[in-house]
């Protein structure tokens, strides 16, 4: 069986597939904003799976939408 997980990417490649700068993702981390991390040893990574689910929460279609369903 065959179990494995995609690599994990370090902050640089995370930051570039995010369109953001490295120091945005440091700031969000200290502040205990996502996307979720992992810390290795002193290595700081993400699952790219992770990223992915980070992306797709931030869609909007309008300037007006919070992202949250109304229950109708």
């Keep these: 069986m065959n179990n494995q997980s995609p690599?994990?990417?370090?902050?640089?490649?995370?930051?570039?597939?995010?369109?953001?700068?490295?120091?945005?993702?440091?700031?969000?981390?200290?502040?205990?904003?996502?996307?979720?991390?992992?810390?290795i040893g002193a290595a700081v990574r993400y699952d790219p799976a992770v990223l992915s689910a980070f992306i797709e929460t931030a869609r909007r279609t309008s300037t007006t939408d919070t992202g949250q369903t109304i229950d109708e």
């Design 7 to 39: 690599a994990l990417i370090n902050e640089c490649e995370a930051a570039r597939i995010l369109g953001l700068s490295v120091k945005t993702l440091r700031r969000w981390r200290w502040a205990g904003k996502p996307p979720c991390f992992l810390k």
